[in-house]
């Protein structure tokens, strides 16, 4: 194992002594959805898509703005 490999691993480690077995299978497991986005979610995303090209979207900045929460928005531009 390089020594960047190995710099990488233990960054992503939950605690010191995890082993590497222990890391590597719980990244396993975490890159397998065991819960597929249905039918449903797909259009969703499909339509969700659809006003992204269009333009039909708003940034975090209008939305609270909108909301009328001055402070966030000066805190954001900062």
Known sequence: MGTDTKEKLNGLKIHPRETYDDLINRLVDAAY???????????????????????RVRDLKEIMKALGDDKKIQSLEE
């Not at 959805?33 to 333009?55: K, V, W």
């Open 33 to 55: 959805d065991d819960e597929p986005l249905s039918d449903e979610e797909r259009d969703d995303i499909r339509a969700s898509e659809r006003d992204i090209t269009a333009g």
